[in-house]
């Protein structure tokens, strides 16, 4: 068989100029390209920061003193000294808050002091009054204010600075045990905080713990809806207005410092409770069981939005029931309302029908009046102040101490989410080396670090109203640093994930380009 004959020098010289054209146009526009569109930007983060921010907090507890002219500054000087030796002395090892104790007096007062006037901007977590007091020592609760009375022997013993050092730390006992089981939740590994919580009151702790697990999630947004489900047509407007400005929106007034609290109503005609529910007839009407509560909402039919924006929703639920199975309770129960925890909470009402001379069935009026939601709304009110988590310690049930100890709760809480989440991002950035980390993701991560910094000089001052903020505002840019979506999409979409993509698709058009590069260097070499 005859050989083929030479390939021409002009056939030689284009397949070699083809071969390093391809590669001239891979190495120097190809692979540059390549690398641009699949390099993995990541912006510096404070690593070590974050990981650290979980750290215990320490917050003074500002505790005024006031005193009448029946003592001498010299005499109210040394009282104070002593008082503040006995907390300094009392200090576990675990506190988040420490007692400072000062004497103040009030406006237009030349007593001992200082003046109140300068202290604007700083909450004080209680306000001693003191006076004297033949018999012994005393220390109550003024109801409805923040005040405290202490009744003092006007000798003066020695005595009296151990028992006010050990009163008021039993009084925020509560809250210093509600503010470990919160740092225990958040997943704060210390073991100060075991050992401390191991050394209280088995009852006080399971109360407390009790009360944290059916409030919704601490939240500096919470959207409250209030609703009327009526099993019939009627009735098909209600004084929810009256309601609302009469119960409900002072609490949120009072709670602006702490959490923005939007509200909106709602009223759906002919919304039975759910099927699964069979009322028990006991003669004098109906009642439903303990057991059959928890479903009790018709999920499928009720347009109840679990979500609305950034935020909890908790709703609340009037509920009217079909005039044939009035008068509706619950079985053994004290009132016709009942919480669901985390959810809202729902009343059950039967208003008065109305007689109809022409078919003798009675029927329900057209509008359901203010006067006749009152037992419902005064529950809302517990109801909201518990899933709002405002605890109710036992010996001081006084709202103005609680919202002032929620408020320092809620700083705290979304202190140590905030924490928490950057400690995430950090782990899993340190963990996912290819992870992107675009720069608003950075950012929000210096914001975040910032606002707690400037949380921790607050609550320091006791600025609990400029602490809540600057904690809000640390936990919202936190949540949305660990959750953008140009990251989460990068976590399932690993290195070997590419590989299968790469291989199939470059293989056939690399191998034809390797072999004809290792030819034309072998033809090369041979010259």
């Known amino acids: 068989m005859a050989a083929p004959p030479p390939e021409k020098a002009e056939a ?14 891979i190495v120097f526009v190809g692979l540059p390209v390549w690398h641009y569109t699949t390099s993995v930007f990541r912006a510096s983060l404070p690593l070590e920061s974050m990981l650290g921010a979980t750290a215990i907090p320490s917050i003074p507890l500002p505790i005024w003193v006031l005193a009448n002219n029946h003592f001498s500054c010299e005499e109210l000087d040394d009282l104070i000294k002593r008082t503040q030796a006995a907390f300094d002395q009392k200090n576990s090892f675990f506190r988040t808050l420490n007692p400072a104790v000062r004497l103040v007096h009030e406006v237009g007062s030349s007593r001992c002091g200082t003046d109140i006037e300068t202290l604007a901007g700083v909450d004080p977590a209680l306000t001693l009054q003191l006076e004297l007091t033949r018999n012994t020592y005393t ?7 923040d005040i405290a009375l202490a009744q003092i022997p006007s000798s003066l013993p020695g005595s009296v600075a151990q028992n006010l050092a050990d009163s008021i730390y039993a009084f925020f006992l509560p809250e210093q045990i509600a503010h470990a089981l919160l740092l225990k939740a958040q997943s704060v590994n210390d073991k100060r905080i075991d050992d401390f919580l191991d050394l209280q009151p088995a009852a006080t702790t399971t109360d407390i713990e009790r009360q944290l697990a059916r409030a919704a999630k601490p939240s500096p947004v919470y959207h409250l809806t209030f609703s009327l489900f009526t099993a019939s047509g009627a009735p098909s407007s209600w004084g929810v207005q009256r309601a609302l400005d009469h119960h409900i929106k002072p609490l949120v007034t009072a709670l602006a410092d702490t959490a923005d609290i939007r509200i909106g109503t709602q009223v759906q005609l002919y919304s039975s409770y759910a099927p699964s529910i069979q009322p028990v007839n006991v003669g004098d009407g109906f009642q439903i069981r303990q057991n059959d509560l928890t479903a009790f909402v018709n999920a499928a039919e009720w347009p109840l939005s679990p979500s609305i924006g950034f935020g909890p929703t908790l709703n609340f639920i009037i509920y009217v029931p079909h005039p044939d199975q009035m008068p509706l309770s619950i079985e053994a129960g004290e009132t016709d309302g009942w919480l669901v925890p985390q959810w809202g909470g729902i009343f059950i009402i039967n208003p008065p029908l109305i007689p109809n001379p022409v078919t003798s069935p009675s029927s329900i009026p057209v509008n359901l009046a203010a006067e006749d939601m009152e037992p419902a709304f005064e529950t809302f009110v517990s109801q909201l102040l518990s899933l709002l988590g405002v605890l109710d310690f036992e010996g001081h049930h006084s709202l103005p ?6 408020k320092r709760f809620m700083g705290l809480a979304l202190s140590a989410r905030a924490s928490s989440s950057l400690a995430s991002l950090a782990r899993i950035a340190k963990r996912l ?5 675009p720069k608003h993701v950075a950012q929000l991560v210096d914001n975040s670090m910032a606002n707690l910094t400037a ?6 001052d006791a600025r609990w109203t400029e602490a809540v903020e600057h904690a809000a505002d640390a936990y919202v840019d936190s949540e949305q640093a660990f959750f953008d979506k140009s990251m989460v999409g990068q976590v399932y979409f690993p290195d070997e994930h590419k590989v299968a993509v790469y291989l199939p698709l470059l293989g056939p058009v690399g191998v034809p380009l390797v072999v004809a590069l290792i030819k034309e260097i072998k033809r090369f070499l041979a010259v």
């Not at 101490?401 to 929620?406: D, E, N, T, V």
């Open 12 to 25: 030689i010289k284009l397949r070699t100029l083809v071969v390093a054209a391809f590669w001239t146009l």
């Open 401 to 406: 101490l609680r919202l002032r100890a929620h």
């Open 139 to 145: 220390l109550q609760l003024i109801p409805g204010t």
């Open 433 to 437: 080396e290819q992870i992107p980390i």
């Open 455 to 460: 949380f921790t000089a607050a609550s320091k």
